[in-house]
């Protein structure tokens, strides 16, 4: 049996942050970080803006036998509900970053961590979430559109994206 546990990440969780970010993105070279070096400065900076938007998912594995492990940091989201965004001109819930360990992916993981994006940004009363995905990452693509996110504009290879989460039904 397997059970899934959704928490804020703290300070010791760096170095699974830059495990489980660098195995997330392989084959997304063109949109992540590559030195281990910039990771575990990125993973300080979102820290650093907004401590309790940050969350992780351990896994607890429960035997027959009532013996159990634990695989720690298997996924991450890293919200900033303090991001001023000049494309909406309102400070929105910013999604910096939401990746699954590549072994994990395809059982929902990614999915309750969205859903405890929009929680924290209805808890912190914001209207939207924002986030940038790139261009060419189809499977996030389709993932967030799943979750009704509205393809916005393009930057670069980045695409904006934003859900809209009191007025569902706005374009
Ligand atoms: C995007 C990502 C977070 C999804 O995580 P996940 O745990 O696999 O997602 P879930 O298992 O909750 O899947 C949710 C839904 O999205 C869909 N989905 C997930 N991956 C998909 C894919 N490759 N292609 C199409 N749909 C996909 C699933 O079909 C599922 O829908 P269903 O419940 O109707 O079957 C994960 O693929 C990932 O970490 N990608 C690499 C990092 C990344 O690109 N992050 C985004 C940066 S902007």
């Known amino acids: 049996m397997i059970k899934v546990r959704l928490r804020n990440a703290i300070d010791r969780d760096e170095e699974d942050f830059v495990k489980c970010y660098i195995d997330a993105y392989r084959g997304l070279e063109a949109y992540a970080y590559s030195s281990k070096r910039d990771v575990k400065n990125y993973f300080k900076w979102l820290m650093k803006r907004d401590r309790k938007g940050i969350f992780t998912v351990d896994i607890i594995i429960k035997t027959q036998s009532f013996d159990s492990s634990v695989e720690k940091c298997v996924a991450f989201l890293a919200c900033d509900s303090n991001w001023f965004s000049k494309y909406e001109n309102e400070v929105v819930c910013e999604i910096h970053e939401i990746f699954v360990r590549r072994e994990w992916r395809g059982i929902g ?13 209805v808890k912190k009363n914001r209207n939207k979430i924002e986030l940038w995905v790139g261009e060419r990452n189809y499977e996030a693509i389709m993932f967030y559109r799943k979750f009704k996110f509205i393809d916005k504009e393009k930057n670069g290879c980045w695409i904006r994206m934003v859900k809209h989460i009191r007025f569902p039904n706005v374009r």
């Open 109 to 121: 993981i990614g999915s309750l961590l969205i859903n405890k994006a929009v929680d924290y940004a």
